[in-house]
């Protein structure tokens, strides 16, 4: 069974950084590409940014909103992916999904159950 | 960029009745088009992808249709499992991840 599970969601102030994790089991973590997206308090969903398996490069893609400020990396030996968050805005404030990617498919087939972010002072 | 929109925003219905929800993008997609249902507290669960194709598991009642710039989910008798908010989402190697508002089904 595919589990994905989010940790290191909190409370952080403006301008702070925090790094999620997504813990995944039940598959072959090395061969997909895994992505993350957010859906603020009340929101619709919001794609975050991605990162390539390996075999396709392993390189990553991130929304505007959110490039130069957030890094998406893995540890293929551990089967984790993680989010870091730089320099952090109030409307970061979301619930934070980690998903794995069918890269050449154009969706993502399992989600994680979120880890909330809030950023206010 | 393009962009999606969905209709209606909300539809409210009754289990049994058949319910058909649109998602339009602003150019041609293709196929690239995918359908997640959530429900509220919930991540997001994948019911259907390249247009039409529907995700292992999801429940026959769940139909997706249209190429292009119009799309549809159709579910062909609504159950009490199914009151939820719908998302159509596109993908492209540009501005990749795109995702309509959303289609709230509620209790008629």
């Known amino acids: 069974e595919v589990q994905l599970v989010e940790s290191g969601g909190g409370l952080v102030k403006p301008g702070r950084s925090l790094r999620l994790s997504c813990s995944a089991s039940?598959?072959?973590?090395?061969?997909?590409?895994m992505s993350w997206f957010r859906q603020a308090p009340g929101k619709g969903l919001e794609w975050v940014g991605f990162?390539?398996?390996?075999?396709?490069?392993?390189?990553?893609e991130y929304a505007a909103s959110v490039k130069g400020r957030f890094t998406i990396s893995r540890d293929d030996s551990k089967s984790i992916a993680y989010l870091q968050m730089n320099g952090l805005k109030t409307e970061d404030t979301a619930l934070f999904y980690c998903t794995r990617l069918q890269y050449l498919r154009g969706y993502v087939d399992y989600w994680g159950q979120g880890a909330l972010v809030t950023v206010s002072s | 960029d393009i962009q999606m929109t969905q209709s209606p925003s909300t539809l409210s219905a009754s289990v049994g009745d058949r319910v058909t929800i649109t998602c339009r993008a602003s150019q041609n997609i293709n196929l690239w088009l995918a359908w997640y249902q959530q429900k509220p507290g919930k991540a997001p669960k994948l019911l259907i992808y390249k247009a039409s194709s529907l995700e292992s598991g999801v429940p026959s009642r769940f139909s997706g249709g249209g190429s292009g710039t119009e799309f549809t989910l159709t579910i062909s008798s609504l159950q009490p499992d199914d009151f939820a908010t719908y998302y159509c989402?596109?993908?492209?190697?540009?501005?990749?991840?795109?995702f309509g508002p959303g289609t709230k089904v509620d209790v008629k």
């Open positions: 990162i390539r398996s390996k075999p396709y490069g392993g390189t990553t």
């Open positions: 039940g598959f072959t973590f090395g061969d997909y590409g």
């Open positions: 989402q596109h993908y492209n190697n540009y501005s990749f991840f795109t």
